[in-house]
């Protein structure tokens, strides 16, 4: 027993096994009813995308209010958006998560947006690996797709980042894909690409 062991999940009083249970998961539903994902940058001009897209699909509720047990306990949210953030909002840093969220809350649909002004549009790949290599000497060309490293045209990079996800075993056949252009001054988000399963 560690020190934090009395916090895990699966050793709370209310926990139940039969809940993992292979033939009848139910997931985390019944105390998030997460249905969305969307990927974003963690540039904090750009921290206004998951309600952007709250907004747009219309349906989905962010940022939710806890929902608390009789003794104050937080035992779940109102929440139906998650935002996974990392450097340029690319895909290939979701895969993880899009994977997870979808066994723990059976993922309906996942969202890539990008950003105006950002940073990953600054520079190419081989800057960023031969920097890499200069100051660490450490070869990180092979580590990563190429192509998720930098931004050099958005839509070029948005298309490519739905793209990564549908053609990933992480991501299942039935998600709704989405991929976003959001101008950071105006705060208007624009539709580039859909892919949704027939």
């Known amino acids: ?15 139940d096994a039969a809940w993992f249970d292979r033939s009848n998961f139910q997931g985390f539903s019944r105390f998030i009813p997460m249905k969305t994902i969307v990927v974003h940058c963690f540039d ?32 779940g949210n109102t929440r139906t ?18 994977a997870t969220m979808d066994y723990l809350f059976k993922v ?24 890499f290599h200069h100051h660490h000497h450490a070869d990180i060309s092979t580590l990563f797709d190429h192509d998720s490293l930098a931004i050099s045209n958005f839509e070029d990079s948005i298309k490519h980042d739905v793209r990564l996800l549908r053609d990933s075993a992480a991501v299942p056949a039935n998600v709704k ?5 959001y101008e950071i001054n105006s705060g208007k988000l624009t539709e580039v690409v859909r892919d949704i399963p027939a």
């Not at 904090?44 to 509720?61: K, L, M, N």
């Not at 998650?82 to 340029?88: H, I, L, M, T, Y």
């Not at 894909?177 to 252009?181: A, E, P, S």
């Open 1 to 15: 027993m560690s020190q934090y062991s009395e916090f895990e999940f699966r050793k709370q009083p209310w926990f």
């Open 44 to 75: 904090p001009r750009a921290s206004e995308i998951p309600q952007a897209v709250a907004d747009y699909f219309g349906d989905e509720v962010y940022p939710g209010e806890n929902i608390l047990d009789e003794a104050g306990n937080r035992i």
């Open 81 to 98: 958006l998650f935002a996974v953030s990392n450097a340029g909002g690319r895909a290939l840093s979701a895969l993880q998560s899009v």
């Open 108 to 131: 309906q649909n996942v969202v890539v947006v990008h950003h105006s002004f950002c940073g990953a549009t600054a520079f190419e790949p081989e800057d960023l690996v031969d920097e």
């Open 177 to 181: 894909l989405y991929g976003f252009f």
